[in-house]
């Protein structure tokens, strides 16, 4: 435990001219102040490096892009393979694990070893795996590569331990499963035709052993030739030559028959008494049409063929359907005698089979449900019901049902939050599922001693947001919000409509949310901001709407001797439209060619709504269009129920609400909040307003207008929000300039040419200028949200094909032109709490920290009325801006601690029903919890430790005298993404994630580095706007568009995650196979005579060429068995290890006796003939 002292004596302050660069603070004004009193800082640290360790948790949602499917029917477990090389295995609710191909190749096929708790995989590079699934986290036992042929299909028989490999050559080969080495024994493709075929078969597309002698294989080439090989004879036993290609084959189990699926949607029966042709050909889907020919389908992909005691067989099957009805969604057929059902899918089928009941293929197989996996969802049939239900999903399957485009991560919540969630939640579940349990059911899995409530809330592309309980490492849907119902419908036809073509209006861009006051802010793409408060009761209620013009004009402009005049800015104006107010268009605002001016992009619903228990709206904030521009996208939010205000910002400007009272208390662009503390010392603008043609009137817009839409790409990380190309800025800025003018920091400094506006460079007055900066009337103002990882949403970035690649990893100059500054500054960050806004402020008072994407940090002071009356009548006041701080970069995040290093919440409302019935003996108050800065300096005095982080460093600073402690350069080659503290260990510490994959944490306040480890090179887009970190030493992003990936940062939650995973294997008898009888066993055939070992061994087969494959040896081995021994089934683990080892000393001590006797028997033996030769001599002859 170390503690860190810092005597604060005689710092002093930036000077006027200090660039972002600079490593001093700055104050207000920039002016010398004295030095603040001696003060000793004493904090005692308790994290250290060893308190850090990073590995990943558990993987929740969708396996991204399916591509195989298995499942053990003893053990009743599932498997998943992807595209990407992962494989999912999933058991009861709880038991849900991830595993990884190091190779990154698709999962072509799966096999479990029914029963015996391991999974072979065969991927796309040609390697088999060998996976071991009786510990919690899966290892890899054994690989095989091959290298001169390529995978096509695997077969495992049950309770044998010899896999049999298709390859597209035609060949198959044999691999021991013990071993993972191959066996000499190969049927190769020309052995297994006829040797008067001339063409080549095809790829093996089947493999399986016959029910009725498992020394039979049949074989099944995808030209349509079927074999069946005589394992012991070597020789095939007959050969079916089909003009159709084929896709699967399914037994009869008794083994004396079986169905094809053909490429032309027919299914054919086979017998084997007579295999010259099949018995039956059907075309499910296929209709005679008029000229008596069948009208063609499409093929069927698989068959499953499975009988039933009681009634007739099942046929399931997958495609069929005829051509000519295109736009069918993708089917499902199950036929079941006369009957034919067919089951619609809402995406196409990847893979499906039928669960039964025995895993003997040669007994009644008795199906109970049938597993179908979609390209997006995985469902289950029930088949024992005549109407087949579906299972209802306990996984959450569902996260991508609309693509995420934003995540929040709160651990530690409030208890009852949750109960309350899932309460008002399961009134809106689905109903007509299946009454059977879900029958996925394998594995254990119990509540671990650590855990705590936590809630994750995704937003999505559609305009909803989900809560999930992510309390014990699972996952589970609590409640679902739709903010597109606060929000009329556009009609057909409309100008709004016609105009508007953006597919995902609704889209959610970042949430806001208060777990203890239940105050919920939602910000959307179409720059709307809707306010929620909760409650458990349904409510007749109006919608308040506020319009607020966050774009100024160029004759509204406040130069800065104006704004000294008036330090107040809570009257009402030009930049303070007032509640319910619509602006009317101003006189030139709106031009004969119908240019959109003082509108809002959506409608909201402007009559009295009922709506239902949960959260329900109660304000909507809109930014307005202006000037046939729209308007810029919100980059900052934050909400504090205490104070009962909202404050938002972008790359115009800040906005303050006061909820509460439904008014617009602050609404200005960001140079005016400065005043005269411009760290940035921009040139005095000239009073002048010359107006030559209402066709130049120009505003204040936000960058992305700069370029035109196929110029734009998303980034992400709010510090990029207004980064520019050096080409393109110099490329409209010497459009801008006229011949007259000379710029100077972006201002017009020339007497005789028109003012600029703040914020943007000057176009020329001329018929161009309106094309290079404005959109025409029918370009659409906001651009597709496509998917989680492409969610366009128009910021201005770089266009060049380079900085397309490299736009995260590239270094950007801290170091911006003073052109840049003007044009680039966005609202970042935002935080209310209790502060102290100025340097000789005694007492902490509300304040709002503001940071912006200049590195400025800025600190405006507020007046709220404390008595709750006076709170809804009188006025907040906003005071003019009091200190402003410097950095690198833009900023990310504040945080405040005491001078104890505690962390200092932000002060709440504790939450009341806003539709409880009124009791009129108690009436109702609002309750309000403050965490003061000067509430627990009994030792220290007053003041607080404010926690500044920018995508370049981070500081710590003294309030109220502003110094700065503590200074720590996080990134020079890369920046930050994401940035929080977080409590771990019951300590502080701040986490940050990196654009170049980096996770690291630094101590605090001292800002000392803990962890720095290069988890995630940063590939998509999608990683950046959904990673997270929250208390705890957990964090979270989106690792594919239908996945969630939580990750810990903590030792000791590395440390018990073995105890919170679920269990995959758990011992279980293996059912005994019934008796066949004795008629049946003798003139069925014997199959357990059958001994593969004896053919396929190194004695009778010999060894494989070893050019053909290569043995990889895995990492899982006794590393596996280890752990394996320390789970839940270790007793038995520790057993089974003891028992080898006792059987090996056994061994060992039987080799010893029989060493021993063969010594024995030697020494008898010598004595004996001793004994012989000298029996007959005398005394003196020896």
Same mark, same amino acid.
């Given at each position: ?262 490429? $032309? ?25 008029? $000229? ?365 609400? $006061? ?82 003018? $000379? ?440």
């Amino acid at each position: 435990m170390k503690k860190f002292r810092k005597v604060l004596d005689g710092l002093t302050t930036s000077s006027p001219g200090g660039t972002i660069g600079s490593p001093s603070c700055g104050s207000a004004a920039g002016t010398p102040t004295a030095a603040p009193t001696p003060k000793e800082i004493d904090v005692q640290e308790t994290l250290v490096s060893e308190n850090f360790q990073l590995c990943k948790t558990v993987r929740h949602g969708f396996p991204y892009q399916p591509t195989a499917l298995a499942f053990d029917p003893v053990q009743k477990i599932l498997a998943i393979g992807s595209r990407s090389g992962g494989v999912r295995i999933l058991g009861r609710p709880g038991v849900d694990c991830y595993c990884q191909h190091e190779s990154g190749a698709a999962v072509l096929q799966l096999q479990f070893l029914i029963n015996e708790g391991a999974l072979v995989t065969a991927c796309a590079d040609d390697t088999l795996h060998l996976w071991n699934l009786r510990q919690r986290r899966p290892a890899v036992l054994h690989s095989l590569k091959f290298n001169r042929e390529r995978i096509t299909f695997c077969h495992l028989p049950f309770q044998s331990k010899w896999l049999y490999v298709g390859t597209e050559r035609g060949n198959t080969h044999i691999v021991n499963i013990e071993s993972f080495i191959l066996s000499g024994y190969v049927i190769m493709w020309n052995k297994a035709i006829e040797l008067s075929t001339k063409t080549h078969p095809g790829p093996v597309v089947h493999l399986s052993d016959s029910p009725k002698d498992e020394g039979k294989l049949l074989i099944g080439f995808e030209s349509g030739t079927i074999v069946q090989w005589d394992l012991r004879g070597k020789k095939a036993d007959f050969r079916i030559y089909y003009d159709e290609a084929i896709h699967s084959v399914g037994w009869h189990h008794e083994g004396k028959q079986f169905m094809c699926s053909h490429s $032309d949607g027919s299914l054919t029966m086979w017998n084997l008494r007579n295999t010259t042709k099949p018995f039956q050909v059907t075309f499910p889907h296929g209709k005679i049409q008029k $000229d008596g020919r069948k009208e063609s389908c499409k093929p069927i992909l698989k068959v499953e063929y499975k009988t039933c005691r009681n009634s007739e067989p099942f046929i399931i099957f997958s495609g069929g359907l005829s051509y000519d009805k295109a736009g069918r969604r993708p089917t499902l057929t199950i036929m079941h005698g006369k009957a034919i059902t067919v089951l619609e899918m809402d995406y196409p089928i990847v893979e499906f089979m039928a669960l039964c009941e025995t895993p003997y293929n040669n007994e009644v197989q008795e199906p109970y449900a049938v597993v179908v996996l979609l390209e997006k969802d995985l469902i289950v049939v029930d088949l024992t019901q005549s109407n087949f239900p579906v299972f209802e999903n306990p996984y959450p399957m569902d996260v991508h049902e609309s693509p995420v485009t934003c995540t929040a991560y709160f651990a530690e919540c409030p208890p009852d939050i949750i109960p309350i969630l899932y309460s008002i939640g399961a009134k809106h579940k689905k109903t007509g599922y299946s009454q059977k349990e879900w029958p996925i059911a394998g594995g254990t899995w119990t509540l671990g001693s650590h855990t705590y409530p936590e809630i994750i809330i995704t937003g999505h592309a559609d305009g909803s947001i989900k809560f999930w309980d992510a309390s014990a490492i699972t996952l589970q849907m609590l409640y679902k919000l739709k903010t597109s119902k606060a929000f009329e419908k556009p009609k057909q036809g409309e100008g709004r409509a016609a105009e508007l073509v953006e597919e995902d209006p609704f889209a959610v861009q970042m949430v806001n949310w208060c777990p203890q006051s239940r105050i919920f802010c939602v910000v959307g793409i179409s720059a709307h901001i809707i306010l929620y408060r909760f409650s458990k009761y349904d409510a007749n209620t109006q919608i308040v709407s506020l319009e607020v013009r966050l774009q100024c004009e160029s004759e509204d402009v406040i130069s800065p001797s104006e704004n000294e005049n008036n330090p107040c800015f809570t009257e009402s104006g030009p930049h303070s439209p007032q509640p319910h107010q619509q602006h009317p268009p101003s006189p030139g605002s709106r031009t004969p060619e119908g240019i959109k001016d003082s509108i809002p992009c959506l409608k909201v619903k402007d009559r009295m709504v009922r709506v239902p228990p949960g959260y329900q709206a109660e304000l909507v904030i809109q930014l307005l269009w202006v000037d046939g521009e729209p308007p810029q996208q919100i980059t900052s939010l934050d909400v504090n129920s205490a104070y009962g205000l909202l404050a938002f910002g972008n790359c115009n400007g800040l906005a303050v609400v $006061d909820y509460l009272q439904k008014t617009i208390l602050l609404c200005m662009s960001t140079l005016d909040m400065y005043g005269a503390a411009d760290p940035y010392q921009r040139l005095t603008r000239s009073p002048r307003r010359n107006r030559q043609s209402t066709s130049g009137k120009f505003c204040m817009r936000g960058l992305s207008n700069f370029y035109s839409d196929s110029k734009k790409r998303i980034r992400t990380s709010y510090q990029s929000l207004t980064e520019l190309s050096d080409n393109q800025q110099s490329i409209d800025m010497e459009r801008s300039k006229s011949p007259t003018s $000379d710029h100077v920091n972006g201002h017009c400094t020339s007497p005789t040419s028109q003012p600029c506006s703040a914020g943007k460079p000057r176009v020329p007055m001329g018929p161009e200028g309106p094309r290079l900066t404005r959109r025409g009337p029918g370009r659409p103002p906001f651009r597709k949200a496509q998917s989680a990882a492409c969610m366009e949403i128009s910021l201005p970035v770089s266009h060049t094909e380079e900085s397309r690649e490299n736009s995260f990893s590239r270094s950007r100059s801290s170091s911006v032109s003073s052109i840049d500054r003007d044009t680039k500054e966005a609202i970042t960050t935002l935080q209310f709490g209790e502060s102290y806004g100025r340097k000789n402020d005694a007492v902490p008072t509300p304040c709002l920290w503001v940071g912006t994407s200049l590195g400025v940090v800025l600190l405006i002071p507020m007046s709220i009325p404390t008595d709750q009356e006076e709170r809804m009548e009188e006025p907040v006041t906003i005071g003019p801006s009091g200190a402003v701080l410097m950095l690198k970069g833009s900023v990310l995040r504040f945080g405040f601690l005491d001078c104890m290093g505690a962390l200092i919440q932000s002060p709440y409302e504790v939450w009341r029903d806003p539709n409880a019935p009124e009791d009129p003996d108690r009436p109702r108050k609002r309750k309000l919890v403050h965490f003061s800065p000067s509430s627990s300096q009994d030792t220290c005095g007053d003041g607080h430790l404010a926690v500044v982080c920018s995508e370049r460093q981070a500081k710590v600073f003294l309030m109220p005298s502003q110094s700065c402690l503590f200074v720590h350069n996080i990134t020079e080659s890369s920046f930050v993404l994401r940035a929080d503290v977080v409590s771990v260990s019951n300590s502080v510490c701040l986490a940050c994630f990196c654009a170049n994959g980096h996770v690291m944490t630094l101590s605090l306040p001292s800002l000392r580095p803990l962890m720095d480890i290069n988890y995630l090179p940063l590939t998509d887009m999608r990683i950046a706007r959904t990673f997270c970190f929250t208390n705890g030493g957990q964090a979270l992003y989106l690792s594919s568009p239908t996945e969630i990936q939580r990750i810990t940062y903590s030792q000791e939650m590395c440390d018990n995650l073995q105890e919170m995973l679920g269990e995959l294997f758990t011992p279980i008898e293996t059912p005994e196979a019934q008796n066949r009888g004795f008629l049946k066993g003798f003139f069925g055939g014997n199959a357990n005579t059958f001994d593969r070992e004896e053919l396929f061994g190194e004695a009778a087969a010999g060894k494989a060429s070893r050019s053909l494959a290569q043995h990889i040896p895995g990492q899982g081995g006794m590393e596996g068995m280890k752990v394996a021994a320390s789970g839940a089934v270790g007793e038995l683990a520790r057993a089974r290890i003891a028992l080898d080892e006792r059987g090996q000393r056994l061994g060992e001590l039987e080799e010893r006796t029989a060493l021993m006797m063969t010594s024995a028997e030697t020494f008898s033996k010598h004595a004996h003939e001793l004994m012989l030769k000298c029996k007959d001599k005398k005394w003196y002859q020896f």
